[in-house]
Structure formats: structure tokens, C-alpha cells
């Protein structure tokens, strides 16, 4: 059925600054880039246009912080000079965010990662000295895990017993929330290397991911 305004599964009791914080994990933060590529990956474009309605500028978060930082720039002939917004405005805009992205993901390049988190930062930068290139960022983080795939830090390394994603998430959370105070805790049954699972395994089925 078609949605509007008035459906009740699109009315929430939430507002964005009720967020504590974001973790995207291996994102297309740009759709709309990554469209030829994800061609050439095997996906159908016509899957692509169906997931998202044939637009792709609209979920694409780069795409929409641009023309975010487009909205908000005044006129000026110094293109130097950057939007000047307040603390409260800026948690208004987004929570506190860290991206994490395997540098060696052959099916979302982590330059998108890259490209987002600087987009980001040029959101929320106050402008502090018009000669230096020195700026105020909140809290935007990016964490790049070399020789990681697409699935490395979702699948098989925990599954090979490295929780080094769930201890980042762990961390992140230690900064938003409060009563996280005790360390991560590698030792319980779930964070251990799960031995039903041989490692030659793992291996062969990680050399056959297509992601």
C-alpha cells in the first residue's frame, strides 16, 4: 500500500538527537558512485533500481550531505570560508559516528568511507582561523582494519575468534552510554574461536566469498 504521513508505522515517539551514537559498518554511503561498480560485481542494476526505487541520490548519505553543505554555505566570493554551526545544531544534524570499513573490500571500495567521513567533517567544522586550516570536529571517527574484506569483520574473523569489530563497537559505546564502565571481556564462551569450525575451513570459505 502506498505510505504516507499518516501511516502508523511511519510515526515514531524518536527525534535524531535522541540518538546515542551511529556505527556504519562497510557502507555505499554513495549509491549512486558505486552503481557501475556493483554492475561489474554482479549485481543486477535492475535489483538495484528496485531496492531503491530508481533513486539512488536519495539513499545515498554522501550524496545528501552535500547538498546539505550546499543549503547551509552562504553566498560568498571566498569559497574558503565554511559554515559556522553551533554545538546544539550539530548534534541536531547527526549523532556522534564511527565508520568502520576493511581496506581490502573489493565489494565497497573503503574510499567511500573515507569520502563520507570527510563529508562529514566539513558538515560540522566551525571555522577558526581563515589563514590556517585549523578545525573544531565532534565526534566523527573512522576505523580502517587493513588486509579486511566486505565480511572479515562480520563473519570470519569472529568465527576464527578475532572480535575485533565487537570490541570497537564496545568502545564506541563506552563513550555514549554511561554504565559501561568494565573492559570487554574476551574470555566468555561467545568471543572465543568457535572449534567446530576448522581454520582450513574458514579459510576456503573466505578464498569463495564473492563479497
Not at 162 to 178: G, P, S, T, V
Not at 179 to 198: H, K, M, N, Y
Request: with cysteine.
Amino acid at each position: 500500500p502506498h505510505l504516507t504521513e499518516e501511516t502508523p508505522l511511519l510515526r515514531s515517539w524518536w527525534k535524531p538527537t535522541d540518538l546515542r551514537g551511529f556505527i556504519p559498518i562497510s557502507c555505499p554511503f554513495n549509491l549512486l558512485l558505486l552503481y557501475t561498480h556493483f554492475k561489474k560485481r554482479g549485481l543486477d542494476y535492475r535489483i538495484l533500481d528496485w531496492i531503491f526505487q530508481s533513486n539512488l541520490e536519495k539513499y545515498s548519505p554522501s550524496i545528501i550531505l552535500d547538498q546539505l553543505r550546499l543549503r547551509l554555505t552562504p553566498p560568498t566570493e571566498n569559497h574558503n570560508v565554511t559554515v559556522e554551526l553551533h554545538n546544539e545544531h550539530q548534534k541536531y544534524y547527526f549523532p556522534p559516528t564511527t565508520i568502520i570499513h576493511g581496506a581490502n573490500d573489493a565489494t565497497v571500495p573503503c574510499q567511500v568511507s573515507h569520502d563520507f567521513h570527510r563529508a562529514l567533517r566539513l558538515i560540522f567544522t566551525l571555522k577558526q582561523d581563515r589563514q590556517q586550516s585549523s578545525f573544531f570536529v565532534p565526534e566523527v571517527d573512522l576505523i580502517v582494519y587493513e588486509s579486511m574484506t566486505h565480511t572479515d569483520p562480520i563473519l570470519e574473523k569472529p568465527f576464527a575468534g578475532d572480535q575485533q569489530l565487537h570490541k570497537d563497537i564496545y568502545k564506541a559505546c563506552q563513550k555514549w552510554c554511561e554504565g559501561l564502565d568494565e573492559d570487554f571481556d574476551e574470555t566468555i564462551p561467545s568471543c572465543q574461536r568457535v572449534t567446530a569450525l576448522p581454520q582450513l575451513f574458514i579459510d576456503v570459505a573466505r578464498s569463495c566469498n564473492p563479497f
